[in-house]
């Protein structure tokens, strides 16, 4: 079981009379998540991640994964440091380099500190034993650090230098298998977002450097969102204003229909996905085997989420100015637990509760996910404020009325409801039934596109 006690939390404190020079705009997700020591700063632009926040890391990254096995996806681990001779046969250090970390060996060989891995991945096949048409589709997936030196790197988890990405390459036998790829990893992307019950956006976008015939983004709405993404009311088109052009800021019709019931609204990209045809697998050779014994060009895909973009996007659009609010798959624990104080009249007559309660909350989420906030020494006032702003989904309280001789009753505080006052065995019931909801989320299968756009995604609209 977790004990707040001996939680590394490292809250920022700013003293009362203390001048704040505010030089950096900040996010609601990124003031809070300072504030209350989940993150720190490293640098310019990276984030160190403590304990709690790690745990919703590594939530998000099981999630993530579950998904991508579904999808047929097999995980590999590929190095930070690519070659930048790679890039150069792919044409990507022709254009604009100023975002790339590169970086030299001691013998002046160059690389680049990867912000994406087409080329290493790619490269890779390359030079793998010839691939045979029987072992594809392939759908090659990991997880790690990507560096990019935004230029404006801001809002905390939002835009940084160096952040998680899980990004899955997939290579087919032909564009239509391509296709189908790109299908079954389109559903494991909406079905991870429908997870995560946060609504979200899935429009057409742009290819940009990437290239590629095909690429849809997800979005969060949100006032931070650096994007503008156009939503029909007519045909239920949506898109990237980015996908349309210079003018597309201003349009007034919808650029599918024509219709003028056209709307705007500021989104964050929380999720890429492209389809790429040759654009890597050409000019870096690498190919398969088709029937025939002859090689052929292998179709690729590419597909990112990142991880920790999501889980800030997800807090910016959930939380309050003050207390943070998550989605129950990656809160960082289920249930918080606070006992009397140290010294209290109900001390000794409800401690006895508090164990008990203990042991069968274990019971019930699994002692990993339970907080036991032991602090003795401070008031159930301070702890809770502690607990309400960290947003756990469910606080108990054990406090005086828990010591009443005839029904005691405990105090649950659900994130973002009213307080309630329960007996034990109530409280029991509701840590139950929020354990059968992250359940049946884990279990959700994929639902068939027809019933989508009345889906509680409450998706501003598809692409059709
Ligand atoms: P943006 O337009 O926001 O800069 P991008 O289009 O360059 O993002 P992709 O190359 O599509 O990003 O990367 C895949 C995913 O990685 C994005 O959808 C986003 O979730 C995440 N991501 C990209 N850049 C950052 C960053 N600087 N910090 C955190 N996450 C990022
Ligand atoms: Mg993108």
């Known amino acids: 079981m977790n004990k707040a006690s001996r939680l590394f939390w490292p809250v920022l404190i700013t003293p009362k ?161 391509a296709e189908c790829t790109y299908a079954t990893v389109s559903d494991a992307y909406e079905r991870f977002f429908r997870q995560l019950e946060v609504p979200f956006v899935k429009v057409e976008a742009a290819t940009g450097i990437m290239g590629g015939s095909l690429s849809h983004e997800y979005h969060y709405i949100s006032p931070v969102g650096e994007d503008t ?42 999720a890429h996905t492209f389809l790429l045809g040759d654009k890597y697998s050409k000019p870096l050779g690498a190919t398969f085997l088709n029937k025939s014994g002859k090689p052929e060009t292998l179709q690729m895909g590419c597909y990112g989420v990142g991880i920790t973009r999501v889980i800030a996007a997800a807090l910016e659009v959930l939380s309050t100015e003050q207390e943070l609010r998550w989605p129950k798959l990656l809160a960082p624990y289920d249930v918080c637990l606070i006992g009397p104080k140290q010294g209290s009249k109900e001390q000794a007559p409800v401690e006895r509760l508090e164990n008990e309660l203990l042991q069968q909350l274990t019971q019930i989420c699994g002692a990993e996910q339970l907080l036991h906030d032991e602090r003795k020494e401070l008031t159930i006032g301070k702890r809770l404020l502690d607990a309400k702003r960290l947003g756990h989904p469910l606080t108990i309280v054990v406090g005086a009325k828990a010591a009443q001789q005839e029904a005691p009753q405990l105090e649950l505080h659900a994130s973002g409801a009213e307080k309630m006052e329960l007996s034990a065995a109530e409280v029991l019931r509701v840590v139950a039934t929020h354990v059968q909801h992250k359940q049946q989320l884990l279990q959700q299968q994929q639902m068939p596109s027809h019933e989508q756009d009345t889906s509680e995604s409450q998706a501003v609209g598809h692409v059709h």
């Open 229 to 270: 993404l156009l939503n029909c009311s007519a045909c239920g088109y949506a898109g990237n204003a980015e996908v349309l052009g210079s003018d597309a800021e201003t349009a007034s019709t919808c650029p599918s229909c024509q219709s003028t019931q056209l709307s705007r609204v500021r989104g964050v990209e929380v």
């Open 17 to 177: 009379n203390a001048v704040v020079k505010q030089t950096e705009q900040l996010s609601r997700s990124q003031k809070l998540l300072m504030e209350l020591g989940l993150i720190k700063s490293g640098s310019n632009g990276t984030y160190q991640i403590m304990p709690i926040a790690q745990r919703v890391v590594d939530k998000c990254i099981s999630l993530v994964q579950r998904n991508m096995q579904e999808a047929g996806g097999q995980k590999i681990s590929l190095p930070v440091l690519t070659p930048a001779q790679l890039w150069k046969k792919t044409g990507r250090l022709e254009g604009d380099i100023s975002e790339f970390y590169m970086v030299r060996d001691r013998s002046g060989k160059q690389f680049l500190m990867s912000p994406t891995h087409e080329e290493a991945v790619t490269a890779m096949l390359a030079t793998a034993a010839p691939i045979s048409y029987r072992q594809l589709p392939l759908r090659l997936y990991q997880i790690g650090p990507k560096f990019r030196d935004e230029l404006k790197s801001r809002f905390g988890l939002m835009r940084a230098k160096e952040f998680l990405m899980k990004d899955m390459y997939t290579f087919d036998v032909s564009k239509e298998a």
